[in-house]
Structure formats: structure tokens, C-alpha cells
């Protein structure tokens, strides 16, 4: 019965998306059925993710058509636990929103919508188990993101917006050539199908560009070195809230395909492949932190961190062991909680003084020392000090680095940390801690309650997750066990399958070209 | 744009292409064809009334305001045809064909007929979402 | 058939490339609709070239040898139609951008990247 579920994570935010346009202008109205529907995508998450916390595999074939020519949606840990942070990621941003923070002088309901849209694209994005279901989920998520990121339509806003569109949607087109190339090639695109007949195909040249392809095309999205540029350049310029949204899903959704892909599809040449990624990974979180240390700006900072904290994940694809993953899965889960919060105390704080420039800020720890508190909770968790949630998956990462040898990439990450924290400090110092400069206004109306409740429980979490390290960890290397049996997937997906003999009847046509 | 050759063919034009739109809408679901093609083909047919008569004409067949409206509601019954089967158990987007229900021309009804009416109304709604919205700012200018 | 094809895909990512390497604004989306095209033809010709060949078969239709795979022409279908969606949402942020900076020269975008 489970199964029949799966499909609702995606549905719940399109019905609701379409209940608030029957709302339009009732703003309060809109808010409260965003926030049950949210509410109810999360449960469900959490719902789907207690049935295979256990290393379960779960697949349905949508409107009963089998694999691999039907639509499947597929369900392991590793997808379990970034809808259940897609979904909360949501819902605090929701709560956040509740009491102001949208742009100003605007119907609600474009950003209410859209949000709903992202999320149906990011969720669908996690569950599909075709090449082509994945492409689609992308669209859905992009499209809604270049709504939301030029929302208000700032001059800024469509400077930066205007880069992203083309840089992402340049990305979409090198992934659809992919697709094409899939299936010329091998005549499916089911995950699951193309993992056991890539593994039988013998043309190793075809399945190398096949995988570069894939990385370049997941590599723009997630935002990996050299392809990052345009997130530093556009995330900025949105409302705070917004970025907090991108900041938490989207480059994720991007590290969660690249996972997906390299470890079920990709496994053919994993000396070159994953070794490249790993190259790949310590100039990724190396130049993002540079990047930072470089701005002055709160926005700014955080933006050029994403990038530094994609190289973490990426290297835990690199170094490509139970452990490295398990140390990935966590540091995405960390870095989603962590990352939200800073951006969202930013909007706090451009709330209040009107700014994010550093220089124009001070004096905070004075003004408002809950804000500081709540400042400080993610950014020690993002620069990764014990015992906070930050600090458990550096540690496996790091350990994973020195079981395989890859001494390097483990001092590069170490660097890029006392890196982190140096640039968390700087914020730290110049905005909350020197004293206020003459030019900073004095905030014009007291903060939502609902912002810092918001804050608040991303924070409680961070904590919470590192006080429980052991149970997080123990779901983590679950769901890293399953990704790197990819036989469990296949045997979910294909085990109820159309009869092969009856394919073979249906002459393969990609082999036979030319007139 | 004025002209009196576009303006007069677009009136006997106008319903032989609506027309079309819902035959094609009709038999897509058992042949080539289908909701979205009609809901083209229709959007066609309203952006053709657009360029005869200018915006404003176009505007007294359809406004933004309906097309938005179009779309939702063809969104929330696609949506309730596709989440329907869970209830009774089955996979997401099941089609039931109920014995018997067959017409003359079309073949047998079923539910993907009413999936297809959803797509059918968010193509036409969308297309004249997008055409509208730029038309309206060339006629700004 | 197939040599075709690919010298069509190649010329229009080739010019799809330059285009959207241009500084102007809409030049630069131009490019975007040939790499898009470039993108769903290379798909087109990948799925297999079949002349004359339904994609699907009726009651007491054609035999399945004779059949074309439909699976790339449903995949094209919606990549045009994604494509589509994208297009126009470029378009009118072009649009809007040019509006609102006065400028269709890339270079003159750099406000967001100091």
C-alpha cells in the first residue's frame, strides 16, 4: 500500500499550488493553506522515510505501465531523507514568511505559488527513477526558480536573474543531448534498466562521455567548479528569503542527481570518474572559499560558501566508500539546515537595518543579542565544531579521506574549515561584535516573532542532530549502504518488469541508422 | 496591425478552428490527437482574433484573468484524476475504462478522457497566459 | 539520412554556441532557441531514423517490425513544450531587463557581480 504514496509528495504541492490561485487576494487565507500544505508534504516525508529507514527499497509503476517502459518513482533512504529536508526546509521558510520578508508591494500569491511549484519539482526530483522524469522535475524546479528569483523584478534582480536563466538552462540543454545519447545508445532510460545494461555494454569511450556529459550538465546546477559563477552573481539578489529557499534546495537537488547518477549508472570506469570528481571536489570548496573570504557583503559570503560546501559533498562522492557517503548524505543535511538559517538571519538583519553590507553593520551582539545567538548556532555548525550537527559529518568525511589514502583532499578540507570559520568570524565581527557605525539606522519595527521562531528551530535542530549523531549517523550510512548496492535498486524497480522476450519482438531500432 | 482581409477570414475561421481543437481533443485519447494539441490549436485560434483586432478585441473572448483561471482548474482536474485511483488502491494516474461506455467517432470513454480535458484547458490557458502578456506590452509601447 | 542529421544537429549547436557567446541581449536568447533545436533533433536522430513507419499500432495495424519507437517522439514532444515555457520566459525577462537597464550589451549587466 506504501507505494501507492510515493507519488504524493509530488502531488500535495501542485493541488496545493492550485488551491491558493483559487484563494487570489485573501492573503491570510493563502498563508494558511501554504503552510497546511506544507505541513502535510512534510509528515508525509517523514511518513515515507520511517518505512525505509530500515535499507528498504520501494518502487511504483505510475498508472500501471512496467518497467522499464512504464514511469517509475523509486523511494530509498537517500531519497527519503532530502524529501524530508526538502519538505522542512520549506516549512520553516514558510513560517519565516508568515510574518513579512516577501517583496514589497506585491501579490503574495506569485511567491506562494511558485513556491509550491518548486517544491513539487524539487520532490519529484528526489523520486523519479528515469533519466527523462528527472529532466522534467528539473524544469518544473527551474521554472519556478526564475519566477521566484526575478519576484519584485529589481534591476539587480534581472541582471542576476537573466545570468541564471541562461546559465541553467544552457545546463538542461547539455542534459537533454545526454538523454538523447542514453538512449540512442542503449535504448532505455530507466535508471535502474540503463544501470544493468550499461554495465553489460563493452563501448567504455561511449559510457566516458556519457558521464562527463552528466557531470557538466548536474556540475552547473550544483554548482561545482569551473561551472559556479553564476550563483555568486545572482543569489544575492533576490529577497533574503528567497536565496534561503535556493540556498537550501536547489544546488542540493543538483548534488543529490550527480549522487544518484555516479553511483548507479557510472560505475564502469570509477578510477577515472570519481577520481576526477574528487580533483574536482577540492577545487570546488577551495576557490568557493576564497571566493568569500574576498566579500563584504552577508549575502555575498554565504553565497561564495554554498559553492565551498558543494566541494565537501562531492568529495564524499569522490572518495566514493560507505563511510565518504554516509559523511556526504549528513554534511547535504547539515549544510540544508545551517545554510537556511544564515540566509534567513541575514533577511533578518536587512529586515531591521535595511543593509547586508558589513561595513554599514555593527554593534548587533548589543542591539539584539537573540539574533546573535541564533547567528552563531549555524555558523559554528557550517565551520563544523563539535559537538554541534556540522562537526559529525566532517569527521566522516574526513576519516573516509584518510582510510583511502587520499591524503591530500583531506588537507585541502581542513584548510578550506579553519577557512570557514575565519570567514563566519568575520561576520561575526564585524556585525555583531565592533561597535555600531555612526551611518547604521536604528531598526524601524520590531522583528516577527515568526522569523526568529523559524531561526530557532533550525538552530534547536542543529543541535539536536549533533546531540543524536549516533542515530543520525546510523540512518546516514543506511541510506549510504543502499546507494552503493545499486542491485537493491534494480531488483525494486525491475523485479516486476515486462517479459524481455516481448521487448525483443520490438526490433531495436537506435542500432539499425541510415536509410 | 489593421487589416480587412485578416479581420473578415478570421470570422469564419475562428469557429471551424475552435471546432477542430475539440475534435482533436475528442479522439486523442484513442488516436493521434489529444488535449493538448486541441488546447493548442484552440489557443490558436484566440491569438488569431489577437492579431485581426488588436489586444482589446482579443481581451472581449478572454482575458488574463480567465486564462489563469482556465489553467487552475484544468491543474485540479487533471490533479483529481490522477490522484482519484489511490483511493480505490491502484498506482497514481490509473485509467479506468468503464464497460460499455462507448460513442460513435470518439471509441471508449474512460477516465484519461477527463486527464485530457485538464491538459486541454491548461495549454489554452497557458498560451494565452504568454501571448497575452506580450502582446500587451508591444501595444503599451 | 543519419549523415544529414548530424551535419543539421552539428551546424546548429555550432551556430547556437556563437550565438549565445554574442554580448547582445537578444542574440544571445536566439542562441538559446538553436541550442534547444539542436538539442531535440539530436534526440530525434538518436531514437533511430524510421521512414514511412507509424509510431502506433491500431487493431490489425502494421506489424511491429515496421513500427517507428515512439518513446523519442514522446520525449520530444515534451522538451518542446518545456522549451517552449523556458523561451518565453526568457523572452520576457529579456525584455524586462532591457526596459529596466537600457542596455542589450552583456557587458553592460555587471551591477550584481561587483
Request: some cysteine; proline content about 5%.
Amino acid at each position: 500500500m506504501i507505494e501507492h504514496f510515493l507519488a504524493l509528495p509530488v502531488m500535495i504541492p501542485l493541488v496545493t499550488a492550485v488551491l491558493i490561485f483559487f484563494l487570489r487576494s485573501r492573503t491570510q487565507g493563502i498563508k494558511v493553506v501554504s503552510l497546511v500544505g506544507s505541513g502535510v508534504a512534510l509528515l508525509l516525508a517523514l511518513v515515507l522515510l520511517g518505512q525505509v529507514a530500515n535499507g528498504e527499497v520501494v518502487a511504483v509503476q505510475m498508472a500501471g505501465w512496467k518497467a522499464p517502459a512504464g514511469i517509475t518513482l523509486v523511494l530509498d533512504p537517500l531519497s527519503g531523507i532530502m524529501l524530508a529536508l526538502a519538505t522542512l526546509t520549506g516549512l520553516v521558510v514558510q513560517i519565516y514568511a508568515w510574518g513579512g520578508g516577501l517583496p514589497r508591494g506585491r501579490e503574495p500569491m506569485s511567491f506562494y505559488i511558485l513556491y509550491q511549484f518548486l517544491l513539487m519539482g524539487v520532490c519529484g526530483a528526489f523520486l523519479t527513477g528515469d533519466l527523462f522524469n528527472l529532466f522534467v522535475f528539473f524544469e518544473v524546479m527551474l521554472i519556478s526558480s526564475f519566477g521566484l528569483m526575478t519576484l519584485g523584478s529589481t534591476r539587480a534582480q534581472l541582471e542576476g536573474g537573466l545570468k541564471y536563466v541562461v546559465i541553467n538552462m544552457v545546463s538542461s540543454i547539455l542534459f537533454l543531448s545526454s538523454l538523447g545519447i542514453v538512449y540512442g545508445t542503449t535504448g532505455t532510460l530507466n535508471m535502474a534498466d540503463l544501470s544493468v545494461k550499461l554495465a553489460a555494454q563493452s563501448s567504455p569511450a561511449v559510457t566516458a562521455v556519457l558521464a562527463m556529459l552528466f557531470l557538466v550538465s548536474f556540475g552547473i546546477k550544483a554548482g561545482l567548479f569551473p561551472l559556479f559563477f553564476w550563483l555568486p552573481d545572482s543569489y544575492h539578489t533576490p529577497p533574503p528569503v528567497i536565496t534561503a529557499l535556493f540556498a537550501g534546495l536547489l544546488t542540493k537537488v543538483g548534488v543529490y542527481a550527480l549522487i544518484r547518477v555516479f553511483t548507479l549508472i557510472f560505475l564502469q570506469d570509477t578510477d577515472f570518474t570519481h577520481g576526477l570528481i574528487l580533483v574536482i571536489a577540492g577545487l570546488t570548496m577551495f576557490i568557493g572559499v576564497l571566493g568569500a573570504a574576498a566579500q563584504n557583503n552577508i549575502r555575498r559570503i554565504l553565497s561564495f560558501h554554498i559553492i565551498s560546501q558543494i566541494g565537501y559533498m562531492v568529495m564524499g562522492l569522490g572518495l566514493f566508500t560507505p563511510l565518504a557517503l554516509a559523511g556526504a548524505i549528513l554534511f547535504v543535511a547539515h549544510n540544508i539546515l545551517a545554510k537556511t538559517a544564515l540566509f534567513l538571519v541575514s533577511g533578518i538583519i536587512e529586515h531591521n537595518w535595511h543593509t547586508d553590507d558589513l561595513k554599514k553593520l555593527g554593534g548587533l551582539l548589543r542591539t539584539s543579542p537573540w539574533l546573535a545567538v541564533l547567528f552563531m548556532v549555524p555558523a559554528l555548525t557550517l565551520a563544523g565544531l563539535p559537538p554541534l550537527f556540522g562537526f559529525f559529518s566532517k569527521y566522516a568525511l574526513l576519516r573516509a579521506g584518510l582510510e583511502t589514502e587520499q591524503y591530500f583532499i583531506v588537507f585541502v578540507s581542513l584548510v578550506v574549515s579553519v577557512l570557514t570559520l575565519f570567514s563566519m568570524m568575520k561576520i561575526w565581527n564585524e556585525a555583531f561584535w565592533k561597535p555600531s557605525p555612526d551611518v547604521m539606522e536604528s531598526p524601524g519595527q520590531p522583528t516577527p516573532r515568526t522569523m526568529l521562531f523559524s531561526l530557532a528551530f533550525l538552530g534547536v535542530l542543529c543541535i539536536l542532530f549533533g546531540v543524536f549523531a549516533e542515530n543520525v549517523y546510523e540512518l546516514a550510512h543506511q541510506a549510504a549502504a543502499v546507494v552503493l548496492n545499486p542491485e537493491l535498486y534494480q531488483t525494486a524497480v525491475l523485479s516486476d518488469s515486462i517479459d524481455p522476450d516481448l521487448l525483443k519482438s520490438y526490433p531495436q531500432i537506435s542500432a539499425d541508422f541510415g536509410d | 496591425m489593421d487589416s480587412l482581409i485578416v479581420r473578415t477570414a478570421t470570422k469564419t475561421i475562428l469557429p471551424l478552428l475552435l471546432m477542430f481543437a475539440i475534435f482533436l481533443f475528442l479522439r486523442g485519447h484513442n488516436e493521434p490527437g489529444g488535449g493538448f494539441i486541441g488546447g493548442l490549436v484552440a489557443a490558436a485560434a484566440i491569438i488569431l482574433l489577437a492579431v485581426s483586432g488588436g489586444v482589446r478585441h482579443a481581451e472581449t473572448v478572454t482575458t488574463r484573468q480567465t486564462a489563469q483561471r482556465m489553467m487552475a482548474v484544468g491543474l485540479l482536474l487533471a490533479w483529481l484524476t490522477a490522484v482519484g485511483p489511490i483511493l480505490w488502491g491502484k498506482p497514481l494516474l490509473y485509467g479506468y475504462w468503464p464497460p460499455g461506455w462507448e460513442i460513435l467517432g470518439i471509441g471508449k470513454l474512460g477516465t484519461p478522457l477527463l486527464f485530457d480535458l485538464g491538459v486541454f484547458f491548461v495549454v489554452i490557458g497557458m498560451t494565452l497566459l504568454v501571448v497575452l502578456q506580450l502582446v500587451d506590452r508591444v501595444e503599451k509601447r | 539520412m543519419a549523415l544529414m542529421m548530424a551535419l543539421i544537429v552539428g551546424t546548429l549547436f555550432a551556430t547556437g554556441t556563437y550565438m549565445v557567446l554574442r554580448r547582445n541581449i537578444v542574440k544571445m536568447i536566439i542562441g538559446l532557441g538553436l541550442l534547444s533545436h539542436a538539442a531535440n533533433l539530436l534526440l530525434f536522430t538518436m531514437g533511430g531514423l524510421q521512414r514511412g513507419a507509424p509510431p502506433l499500432l491500431g487493431e490489425g495495424g502494421a506489424k511491429p517490425e515496421l513500427m517507428a519507437d515512439p518513446v523519442p517522439q514522446a520525449l520530444i514532444l515534451t522538451a518542446i513544450v518545456i522549451g517552449f515555457g523556458v523561451m518565453a520566459f526568457v523572452l520576457v525577462l529579456g525584455y524586462r531587463t532591457v526596459q529596466e537597464t537600457h542596455a542589450d550589451d552583456l557587458d553592460d549587466l555587471r551591477t550584481t557581480s561587483k
